[in-house]
């Protein structure tokens, strides 16, 4: 989520002028574990968003990467609307509906040749709360962009997310986000 949200692998923006890099078939896995055993995926492609990277070969990026909570599907009708109105609330304003990373900011990667693995750190808005996330980010290079893949746990209390709860039976307080994406060079 948030998804993610997490234009992290745009290590490639490390050029030494600053490079506008766009979101491209993007996927976000969601992974719940369950406090009876047992986990559930939440999983969307409704990734969007671009980052600037840095002058100097900075790992630091402008922009943000976004995740539209409204199209979460776990791949049952009566907890996909569990999750989003009871615990995600989307319909309760403004910062509910999408999860949002900023300010990411890659660690371990060459800024000249950001291939590889390393790890990021980010602000994670969700649940209307805006809280620092870490995580682990592996970029490689394909065709003319890169291809990123990154991994962050995400506390649900740091979110003021209520316990999801049903028949006694719940979700762990962490869940696993992962994403992939592609990243492209934004037309000018």
């Not at 406090?35 to 790992?59: E, R």
């Not at 199209?71 to 609330?89: C, M, Q, S, V």
């Not at 949002?100 to 969700?126: V, Y």
Request: charged letters at 20%; a negative charge.
């Amino acid at each position: 989520m948030k998804s993610a949200l997490v234009g992290l692998a745009l290590a490639t923006a490390a050029v030494v002028t600053p490079t506008t890099w766009r979101v491209e078939q993007g996927a976000v896995r969601v992974i719940c574990p369950m406090t009876i055993g047992g986990s559930f995926d939440a999983k969307t492609t409704a990734l969007s968003g671009s980052v600037t990277g840095g002058a100097s070969g900075s790992l630091a990026f402008d922009g943000s990467l976004a995740v539209n909570l409204r199209t979460l599907d776990t791949g049952i009708g009566l907890r996909n609307e569990h999750l989003r109105e009871n615990y995600l609330e989307v319909d309760k304003g403004q910062g509910f509906d999408t999860a949002t990373l900023s300010e990411i900011d890659l660690n371990g990667l060459n800024p000249h040749a950001p291939e590889g693995k390393g790890s990021f750190t980010g602000l994670l808005s969700l649940h209307g709360v805006t809280t620092a996330v870490t995580g682990a980010v592996d970029v490689r290079q394909e065709g003319a962009g890169f291809r990123v893949k990154a991994s962050f746990p995400v506390d649900l209390e740091d979110y003021s997310i209520r316990k999801p709860r049903y028949l006694g039976i719940g979700v762990e307080d962490i869940v696993q986000v992962e994403v992939a994406f592609a990243v492209s060079r934004r037309a000018k």
